[in-house]
């Protein structure tokens, strides 16, 4: 895979600044039952990198002395940590919104059948990637036959109450097939909630509209394909000021497997550490009172990819 740090890290993308953090998200590690295109973590099934019981019960530790709100789960396919169900347990116990980045098709990997029904039991909220309703697209992107296990995995969560009670969230997420922005996130949405009710009778929350990043597997082809510096001056071209003010990093913290910390998932990938006099921050100096509100956020020309067009975030369309 060729790294795509070197052409990313010399930027003039604006300075900005941390707000207070209500979200921590934690990449409980990089391996995954699948092998997306556009992964910009790069992950895979034969990924080994996994966050260990120790690191997680640190997070948990920590979120006692942070105004966290909401903990957010992502890999990887998170659901793979063994780790993982204690930790829904516990933050839920805490009072946290909790979310899932499922990729759908990991509900029916061995020692999963479960899955779904524990989600639902926590309330935790799902956030689903379905790149397309289209088969042929879903499985371009993400290999073949996942399409076919997404729509199994969305009407056996339907079946649980996700999309259509009140406590149960289910929300889409969408990356563009290719080197472009994503489409307008409502006009889309429209489209999904149609095609996937009218086609298999599937209902679901939000769909989040997400651009798709150069770093790691996405960027790679991109630089293969001889198409990177024409994805960068379209990321550039595309850049709204107003969408500096809504970007995820203000208010969200990036945490590594092993329990460093990062402003975002994306500088987390290109090994663009959160530090403090040159030492690279973990999630422990946190517990010992470490601030890091009004903090400067480590930028590089990936960051344009947040703000270009309606703007991208772990939530969807900014603007």
């Known amino acids: 895979m060729l790294d795509t740090r070197s052409q990313l890290v010399a930027s003039d993308f604006p300075s900005i600044y941390r707000d207070s953090i209500s979200t921590l998200q934690v990449n409980l590690g990089y391996k995954c039952n699948q092998s997306c295109v556009h992964c910009h973590v790069g992950a895979s099934p034969f990924r080994t990198e996994v ?14 002395v942070l105004p966290i709100t909401t903990l957010d789960l992502t890999g990887g396919a998170p659901e793979l940590n063994p780790n993982f169900r204690s930790l829904v347990e516990e933050a839920r116990r805490k009072g946290l919104r909790v979310i899932d980045r499922c990729n759908l098709s990991i509900l029916f990997e061995p020692n999963q ?6 989600l639902a039991s926590e309330g935790v909220v799902i956030v689903a990637s379905l790149p397309c309703y289209l088969e042929e697209n879903v499985d371009q992107q993400r290999g073949k036959g996942v399409h076919s296990l997404s729509i199994r995995a969305l009407r056996l969560l339907n079946d649980l109450g996700y999309g259509s009670s009140t406590h149960l969230e289910l929300d889409l997420v969408f990356n563009p097939l290719g080197a472009v922005l994503p489409p307008p996130q409502e006009e889309l949405e429209r489209d999904y909630k149609r095609e996937l009710k009218s086609r298999y009778g599937i209902v679901f929350n939000k769909l989040y509209t ?5 770093i790691n597997r996405f960027g790679s082809t991109l630089l293969s394909h001889g198409k990177f510096d024409d994805y960068i001056s ?4 595309s850049y709204r000021k107003e969408n500096l003010c809504a970007v995820m990093c203000r208010n969200t913290l990036s945490v590594d497997w ?3 910390l990062y402003d975002c998932d994306f500088n987390q990938m290109l090994r663009m550490g959160a530090k403090s006099n040159g030492s690279h921050l973990h999630i422990r100096d946190l517990r010992d009172g470490f601030q890091l509100t009004k903090s400067r956020i480590s930028t590089a020309d990936h960051c344009y990819g947040c703000t270009a067009g309606q703007g991208s975030s772990c939530e969807g369309a900014l603007s």
């Open 113 to 118: 059948e479960t899955l779904g029904a524990f």
């Open 51 to 64: 966050m260990t019981e120790s690191t997680a019960k640190e997070v948990l530790d920590t979120i006692d």
């Open 210 to 214: 997400l651009t798709n990043m150069p």
């Open 258 to 260: 092993r329990g460093y």
């Open 234 to 237: 379209l990321l550039k071209s």
